[in-house]
């Protein structure tokens, strides 16, 4: 057995408004929790996206009426609607700005409108960027002109975590994540896994997934996981959408990791709660922790609670289980069973 403090997940899609028949506050936070995860950030990319004062209030309502545990929200910089900035800052965690096109559409192209975002949005809370190959340069480009911080999204390729490792080196305020799915599958994943593989950015080579573990220990700043669910009818259909399912399964695989001795437990820990908690200034949680069993456990579609009831690790092996989770002196998840109840978790940060 070993024990862990709650983890933080800096990169989630809870889905609400407009996506509830994927997902929902209630059932996120429910398998946030049976992942070990005790904080999420949710993703602003909803229908609509959480770009105005209003819709991003009546989100922070839902998720206080319905998370299991703790949530935070990142504001869309949305071309059209960056006037609300200022007041989008009040109560979103962080901005998000998207540079490529993935699933919803909120891709920022214009120069005046990346302008206003770095100089409207408040300097003490952050800026998250969705950016791929050579967006990563406009982003760091942008860190070092407005000299304010950039957290990158779901790193994924060699050549980026290159130049973010040169940037860093330049002593340039970036910092990034990436996801479980892209150290654990490569492009040969995506063949066989087809619509269940697809996500943005997609899977890379043997040779991109090997960069990123080659930096585990120094560029890499966090683990996030993109938890991306989308139902499997909508897989099924054609022009499946983009993103995966990942709170439940991201530990119980960095701990198949830390058994593998690719990464140590304190690397973990500073990945998935230290790191993120300092780079998105979070409140801490007292008495919250996870309880691990080092024991194989098979990952299955079956044992999960995300609303999508579909991981692409279906079928692998993790030496790991979380057998028990404490949120603030109560034992919310235990033997597989969710116990916290709709609303006791804390909404906003
Ligand atoms: C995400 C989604 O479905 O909202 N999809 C994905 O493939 N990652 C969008 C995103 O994070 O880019
Ligand atoms: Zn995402």
Same mark, same amino acid.
């Given at each position: 057995m070993i024990t862990l403090p709650g983890l933080i997940d800096?990169? #989630?899609? @809870?889905?609400?408004p407009g996506g509830e028949h994927k997902e929902d506050f209630a059932t996120a936070t429910a398998a946030a929790l049976a992942g070990g995860i005790t904080m999420v950030l949710g993703m602003p !990319? #909803?229908?609509?996206? @959480?770009? #105005?004062p209003s819709r991003l209030t009546a989100a922070m309502a839902m998720a206080e009426r319905d998370a299991r545990c703790d949530v935070g929200l990142f504001a869309a910089a949305e071309p059209g609607q960056l006037h609300h900035l200022p007041t989008l800052a009040e109560t979103a965690v962080a901005l998000k700005i998207y540079l490529n096109d993935t699933f919803g559409r909120l891709r920022v192209d214009k120069m005046p409108d990346l302008a206003t975002c770095f100089r409207d949005w408040p300097r003490h809370k952050l800026i998250a960027m969705h950016a791929e190959k050579q967006s990563v340069a406009v982003g760091i480009g942008l860190a070092a002109t407005y000299n304010r911080s950039v957290h990158f999204c779901h790193i994924s390729r060699a050549e980026e975590i290159d130049l973010i490792a040169d940037a860093k080196g330049r002593g340039l305020p970036v910092t990034c994540e990436v996801t479980p799915h892209h150290l654990f599958l490569n492009e040969a994943d995506a063949t066989r896994l087809g619509a269940l593989g697809d996500m943005r950015p997609l899977l890379g080579t043997q040779k991109d997934v090997d960069a990123l573990w080659a930096h585990i !220990?120094? #560029?890499?700043d966090c683990i996030a996981t993109d938890h991306a669910p989308h139902t499997l009818a909508e897989k099924r259909a054609d022009n499946p959408p983009p993103g995966v399912a990942g709170l439940e399964t991201s530990l119980p695989l960095i701990l198949t990791a830390v058994s593998q001795n690719r990464l140590t437990l304190d690397r973990l820990i500073t990945l998935m709660h230290d790191n993120p908690r300092r780079i998105y200034s979070l409140p801490e949680q007292p008495e919250t922790a996870v309880d691990i069993e080092m024991r194989p456990s098979i990952i299955r !579609?079956?044992? %999960?609670?995300?609303?999508?009831?579909?991981?692409?690790?279906?079928g692998m092996d993790a030496a790991?289980?979380? %057998?028990r989770v404490t949120l603030r002196g109560d034992i919310v998840f235990e033997n597989g069973r969710v116990l916290a109840e709709k609303g006791s978790g804390r909404v906003g940060m």
């Open positions: 800096v990169h #989630t899609h @809870l889905r609400v !990319n #909803t229908s609509p996206p @959480l770009s #105005t !220990n120094d #560029t890499i !579609n079956s044992d %999960m609670h995300s609303k999508c009831g579909w991981t692409p690790f279906d790991a289980r979380v %057998m």
